[in-house]
């Protein structure tokens, strides 16, 4: 793909957009002018402005469509012309449209996360994309080949055996080209899903280890109501057992002095009965 075909193709990705705004904006901005600096007739203006805008935007639609069909056109003979080489890595995006939803949404990902993979990805993307390429050209000539076939046998001509044969060799071509095709078509899928499933597997391991981080900062990091309350727990517990404590020294205390009340009294009792 030269540079000047790169440069035709982001023109013409912007172009309709452009053609579009340039076609239905100046009839209306002269009116929309003329209205503001108008001393007389100004409704008439207002009136040109709009019927002006509405008719300019029908033109800049058509003229925008026709101008997308171009691009469409000049994309496809421009990809049957990149295709007979091979599709490279850098020319990928010319052939978005060939890709499934699954293969895009994957290279998207690749490529925010891990651009090495995603390197890998789009290489393969592009050699499955000639393989499969290679495959339906093959399929076609062989049916064209088919056909021509039928039609020989029923022609009379002394050289219709030397059409066949060379018919025959071009069958046999073709369904060895389709059968390398097909098979080199299964190694890429095969690589593909390789490539897919190394890159879930890098990304669950990084959410893996991001989700262990969150969990060790928040086991280091208590939060501020947790420790409150644990605090006032320790408290409560604290002052708890002070009053057992102190409920337990009194108890042992008026045991005390019933023992020395009982005492005295015994001796007393003693003192008067001798």
């Not at 929309?32 to 108008?38: E, Q, S, V």
């Not at 002006?52 to 925008?64: E, Q």
């Not at 021509?148 to 001509?157: M, T």
């Not at 899903?193 to 262990?212: F, G, K």
Request: cysteine-free; charged content about 30%.
């Amino acid at each position: 793909m030269t540079a000047g075909e790169r440069m035709t193709a982001k023109l013409l990705r912007w172009s309709p957009l452009f053609i579009f705004l340039a076609v239905a904006l100046p009839l209306p901005a002269y009116f929309l002018l003329r209205y503001f600096a108008a001393t007389e007739n100004v409704g008439e203006y207002m009136i040109f402005a709009l019927t002006s805008l509405a008719a300019s935007m029908l033109f800049g639609l058509v003229a925008a469509f026709l101008v997308v069909l171009y691009r469409m056109f000049w994309e496809r003979k421009l990809r049957e012309r990149l295709a007979t080489d091979g599709v490279t890595a850098d020319e990928l995006s010319l052939f978005a449209s060939e890709l499934t939803a699954a293969q895009r949404r994957a290279l998207t990902q690749m490529e925010a996360r891990n651009p090495l993979l995603a390197d890998a990805y789009r290489e393969t993307l592009a050699a499955r994309i000639t393989a499969s390429r290679v495959l339906d050209s093959a399929r076609r000539e062989a049916v064209v080949v088919e056909q021509r076939l039928k039609s020989a046998a029923g022609l009379q001509s002394v050289s219709r055996g030397e059409l066949e044969q060379d018919l025959r060799k071009d069958r046999d071509r073709l369904s060895r080209t389709e059968r390398e095709a097909a098979e080199h078509q299964q190694e890429i899928e095969t690589r593909l899903q390789s490539i897919e499933a190394m890159a879930s597997r890098v990304s669950s391991e990084a959410e893996t280890q991001d989700a262990l981080r969150r969990l060790g900062s928040v086991r280091d990091n208590v939060p501020l109501g947790l420790t409150a309350a644990r605090l006032e727990r320790e408290a409560y517990e604290e002052i708890e057992q002070e009053l057992r404590q102190h409920e337990t020294e009194e108890k042992l205390r008026e045991q005390k002095v019933e023992k020395e009340l009982r005492e005295m009294q015994a001796r007393q009792q003693g003192s008067q009965d001798s």
